[in-house]
């Protein structure tokens, strides 16, 4: 009888431990998830060298010289692109925009990701067939690509459209400053999004911008001098000036180079999740384009035929199932094939974190796009955002 009572207080004192242990453990799950949604930093989206090689390429035709073509953002590359931008009425930033792209018709490749345009051989003039293989293996190798950016028009666009709804950006000067970050900050916290204050595609989709944006217009031909351009007093105070506005607007055209766009921590989420679930260890899904996730996005690409740049390209968003990545639409079709063969990296070690998926609806709601939530992977449901208080 006495054996008996030890061995059910023993059977008792055995679950208790087992129950504070699970409890212990699933605090310990709920807290990293906590920080998994509110530590992601998110990741700039790039152009891979690929990509821009055909920009090289189509300037060096239009008969702006790149120098070579190698895939690299060189100050020749960086002077091209000004002098075309100039001559098309663009703001001659010198850096990679949307504009610049759609200005040589290459929106299709470089935006959309599509690679058919895209291989190791396009610069027949630069010496033999393996000469081109060995600058390109190299090329390959040590090159992250260049960072896509937002004209400084694209940036007044947004600017205004913060003024408009009530969140002061200060002066519509296309410059993304502290005023600006913290009116992006305050207007993600109120909309759902994550409160970054960084330019970001979601930010972008949730102004219902995207097509003003994304657009062959925008920044572009004659409608470049109007194109979000600012008041004469927003330039120059009550009154302004008209003489004072040009030039503070030449001056913003001549050393503006624009802003890197980004992708949130909630589709950084998304990419490390479908890149476990197809077999490529990205970590946990914390929303940050860490060691971890860089490494299984290089193993992806060399597997797709992309090069291994380890960044967040257009062409990966494309292949990894995300090809309206600018709508804000980043949840369609990300699951099929995810268990494709040939996998060089077959171990999935991600915990699945519920990701807040107010700011992917909120993204499909303002551009027109389906809603982010349809067809999500598990885990990984709408979510109700937690939109935070913001003030105005």
Same mark, same amino acid.
Request: a neutral charge; hydrophobic letters at 35%.
């Given at each position: 009888?006495?054996?008996?009572k030890?061995f059910?207080a023993?059977t008792?004192?055995?679950a208790m431990?087992?129950?504070?242990?699970?409890a212990?453990q699933?605090?310990?799950?709920?807290?990293?998830?906590?920080?998994?949604?509110?530590?992601?930093?998110?990741?700039q989206?790039?152009?891979?060298?690929?990509g821009?090689r055909?920009?090289?390429q189509?300037?060096?035709q239009?008969?702006?010289?790149?120098?070579?073509?190698?895939?690299r953002?060189?100050g020749q590359?960086?002077?091209a692109?000004?002098?075309?931008q100039?001559?098309?009425?663009m703001?001659?930033t010198g850096?990679?925009?949307?504009?610049?792209?759609?200005?040589?018709?290459?929106?299709?490749d470089?935006?959309?990701?599509?690679?058919?345009g895209?291989?190791g051989?396009?610069s027949?003039?630069?010496g033999?067939?393996?000469?081109d293989?060995?600058?390109?293996?190299v090329?390959?190798a040590?090159?992250?690509?260049?960072?896509?950016h937002?004209s400084?028009?694209?940036v007044?666009?947004?600017q205004?459209?913060?003024?408009?709804?009530g969140w002061?950006?200060?002066?519509v000067?296309?410059?993304w400053?502290?005023?600006t970050?913290?009116a992006?900050?305050?207007?993600q916290?109120v909309?759902?999004?994550?409160?970054?204050?960084?330019l970001e595609?979601?930010?972008i989709?949730?102004l219902?911008?995207?097509?003003?944006?994304?657009?062959?217009g925008h /920044?572009?031909g @004659? +409608?470049?001098a &109007?194109?979000a351009r600012?008041?004469?007093?927003q330039?120059a105070? *009550? !009154?302004?000036d008209k003489?004072?506005?040009?030039?503070?607007?030449?001056?913003e055209?001549?050393d503006?180079?624009?802003?890197?766009?980004?992708?949130?921590?909630?589709?950084v989420?998304?990419i490390?999740q479908?890149?476990?679930?197809r077999g490529?260890?990205?970590?946990?899904?914390d929303?940050?384009?860490n060691?971890?996730?860089?490494?299984?996005?290089?193993?992806?690409?060399q597997?797709q035929g992309?090069e291994?740049?380890g960044?967040?390209t257009?062409?990966?968003?494309?292949?990894i199932?995300?090809?309206?990545?600018?709508?804000?639409?980043?949840?369609a079709?990300?699951t099929t094939?995810?268990?494709?063969?040939?996998?060089?990296n077959p171990?999935?070690?991600?915990?699945?974190s519920?990701?807040?998926g107010? /700011?992917?609806? @909120? +993204?499909?709601? &303002?551009?027109?796009?389906g809603s982010a939530?349809?067809?999500s992977? *598990? !885990?990984?449901g709408?979510g109700?955002?937690?939109?935070a208080?913001?003030?105005?």
């Amino acid at each position: 009888m006495a054996l008996r009572k030890v061995f059910l207080a023993g059977t008792i004192l055995a679950a208790m431990v087992g129950g504070y242990a699970q409890a212990q453990q699933s605090a310990v799950s709920n807290q990293r998830t906590v920080q998994d949604q509110s530590e992601g930093q998110g990741t700039q989206i790039f152009v891979s060298s690929a990509g821009v090689r055909q920009i090289q390429q189509a300037l060096t035709q239009k008969g702006y010289s790149t120098g070579n073509v190698d895939g690299r953002w060189n100050g020749q590359t960086a002077a091209a692109a000004r002098s075309f931008q100039q001559a098309q009425n663009m703001e001659p930033t010198g850096t990679l925009t949307i504009p610049l792209v759609y200005g040589l018709g290459l929106d299709q490749d470089i935006i959309l990701g599509n690679t058919g345009g895209q291989g190791g051989g396009q610069s027949g003039d630069q010496g033999t067939k393996q000469a081109d293989n060995q600058r390109v293996v190299v090329e390959r190798a040590d090159s992250r690509g260049t960072p896509l950016h937002v004209s400084p028009a694209g940036v007044r666009q947004i600017q205004q459209a913060l003024n408009q709804q009530g969140w002061n950006t200060g002066q519509v000067d296309g410059r993304w400053g502290p005023a600006t970050v913290q009116a992006a900050r305050s207007y993600q916290q109120v909309h759902g999004l994550e409160p970054t204050g960084r330019l970001e595609v979601g930010l972008i989709a949730a102004l219902g911008l995207t097509d003003p944006i994304f657009s062959a217009g925008h /920044g572009t031909g @004659a +409608q470049a001098a &109007a194109v979000a351009r600012p008041q004469p007093t927003q330039a120059a105070g *009550a !009154g302004g000036d008209k003489q004072v506005d040009n030039q503070r607007i030449a001056l913003e055209r001549a050393d503006s180079p624009g802003e890197p766009l980004w992708l949130n921590s909630d589709g950084v989420r998304q990419i490390q999740q479908v890149l476990n679930q197809r077999g490529y260890a990205a970590g946990h899904l914390d929303g940050n384009w860490n060691s971890d996730t860089a490494l299984a996005a290089t193993h992806f690409q060399q597997a797709q035929g992309l090069e291994p740049t380890g960044t967040l390209t257009t062409n990966l968003l494309a292949s990894i199932g995300m090809p309206r990545w600018q709508r804000g639409e980043f949840l369609a079709g990300m699951t099929t094939n995810a268990n494709a063969a040939g996998n060089p990296n077959p171990q999935t070690t991600g915990t699945v974190s519920s990701a807040r998926g107010a /700011g992917s609806s @909120a +993204q499909g709601a &303002a551009t027109g796009g389906g809603s982010a939530g349809a067809g999500s992977p *598990a !885990g990984q449901g709408s979510g109700d955002g937690q939109a935070a208080a913001g003030t105005r």
